[in-house]
Each structure stands twice: as structure tokens, then as C-alpha cells.
């Protein structure tokens, strides 16, 4: 959800929702149940998203990440100025470059501090 609250919300297309009777029920009300529970995840997931959006921490750890595409170098890369034969000899003249981490596991974290109870 907050990808698509992120890209404007619904303006070409839908989700594809779906649900199933499980093997061992035979009962309507049961798919008619477990649309209702899938439902109320999606909004739960569209009101978390909202959240995400206006506390804005993820925005800024992207924005802080990506920011070595933002002048010089990596905005030239970015605009698809560079060849791979270009880029290879960019890496020979780096020689060691200084990596840090993703810091992957916070950023997936993020979407868990908005859980009630957590």
C-alpha cells in the first residue's frame, strides 16, 4: 500500500483480490468471512502506508542512500550517460571503494514499529 499511496494511488489500475474456501470448509460464509478479513488487512495496510508516508523516515533513508546519484558521477550515471566500457574504467581508476552498509534489516523494520503492540 505504500508504494501505491507513493505512486498516487489508483489512477490506472486495481489490486487483484481474491479469496478461497479452504479444502475443509464447505460453507459460503466462509469465503464471504475471509473477504471481509482480507479487506480489513488491506485497510490496515492502506492507514499504516499513510503513516509511513507522513512520518517520512523511509523517504529520508532512501533520499540519504541514494544521494550519491544526486550530483557528479552517480547523477551521470543516472541519466544514462555512461557506457559499460565507460563505467569499467571508472572502476579500474576507483580502485577501493569504501562500501557501508544498506542497512537493509532497519529499513524493513520500519513498516513493524507501526503495529499496535510492538
Do not use: C, W
Amino acid at each position: 500500500m505504500y508504494a501505491v499511496l507513493r505512486a498516487g494511488g489508483f489512477t490506472t489500475g486495481s489490486l487483484n483480490f481474491d479469496a478461497k474456501i479452504r479444502p475443509n470448509s464447505i460453507d459460503p460464509s466462509n469465503l464471504f468471512e475471509g473477504h471481509i478479513g482480507g479487506m480489513a488487512v488491506f485497510v490496515a495496510g492502506l492507514v499504516i502506508a499513510r503513516r509511513m508516508i507522513d512520518d517520512g523516515r523511509i523517504g529520508a533513508f532512501v533520499k540519504d542512500r541514494s544521494s550519491s546519484f544526486d550530483s557528479g558521477d552517480g547523477a551521470k550515471f543516472e541519466k544514462g550517460e555512461f557506457d559499460l566500457q565507460t563505467l569499467a574504467g571508472m572502476v579500474k581508476d576507483y580502485g577501493k571503494v569504501d562500501l557501508t552498509s544498506g542497512n537493509q534489516g532497519r529499513l524493513k523494520n520500519i513498516p513493524n514499529s507501526y503495529l499496535p503492540g510492538l
